[in-house]
């Protein structure tokens, strides 16, 4: 990123949507946390938007590790009528939007979003993996749970109804489910809440509750 004394978010926004990653000049400092969220609380964000623009997953476009699907980043106000603009992504509307948001949630993928500091709500919304993603795979493989703030939910289990197919197992991205000795032992405190083991349990055995 060139030198300059004072960015704007749609700067930042712009130069990252062209580079792997982000030089910040000397005392230059941005402030922000990257944040996971559960299909239902995206799904109220998408409703408050005054704008949408849908666009491809630079990630997986780029790494192509896995056949996730492409087009389900989001951009929000401000900045989807900057991508827009610049030809990145097209404008849709809000059941559009959901319909991307549904997609990649069945498919299993955390959605996350990055926002700045001053920010009631953030305004790009990704749809990662943990093999392309460099959020999600950063804190996968360096163990860096603090550089991501988890959903203010949490996934709760209900180990009477539970089959122990393992389905979640394969689902959950951080861990928190695992088989031991035959056993499906569950982890709150490794739970991110992102809620994809919720929409697959065959049982309904699981659900989202606020986290403490």
């Not at 192509?64 to 492409?70: F, H, I, R, S, V």
């Not at 991508?83 to 498919?107: F, N, P, T």
């Not at 979003?113 to 001053?118: I, L, P, R």
């Not at 031991?180 to 569950?186: A, M, Q, T």
């Amino acid at each position: 990123m060139p030198e300059k004394e004072d960015w704007t978010r749609e700067e930042i926004v712009s130069e990252m949507e062209t580079m792997t990653a982000v030089t910040i000049p000397v005392d230059i400092r941005l402030e922000g946390k990257t944040r996971i969220f559960d299909l239902h609380e995206v799904e109220e964000i998408l409703r408050n938007a005054t704008q949408i623009a849908l666009g491809d997953c630079g990630c997986r476009k780029s790494l192509q590790k896995c056949d996730a699907p492409l087009d389900v980043c989001l951009n929000l106000d401000k900045e989807a009528e900057l991508v827009i603009k610049q030809g990145k992504y097209r404008k849709v509307d809000i059941e559009q939007a959901v319909d991307a948001l549904k997609r990649s949630h069945e498919a299993g993928l955390v959605h996350i979003a990055y926002t700045m500091k001053g920010d009631t709500q953030p305004f790009i919304i990704c749809s990662c993996c943990a093999c392309c993603c460099h959020a999600l795979s950063g804190l996968m493989r360096f163990d860096v749970p603090d550089t991501v703030a988890a959903s203010a939910l949490v996934a709760s289990q209900n180990s009477e109804t539970c089959l122990s197919c393992g389905v979640c197992v394969d689902r959950c991205h951080f861990q928190a489910r695992q088989f031991e000795k035959g056993d499906l032992v569950y982890d709150a405190a490794k739970c991110f809440g992102c809620g994809v083991c919720v929409s697959s349990c065959p049982t309904d055995s699981i659900s989202m509750i606020k986290r403490d």
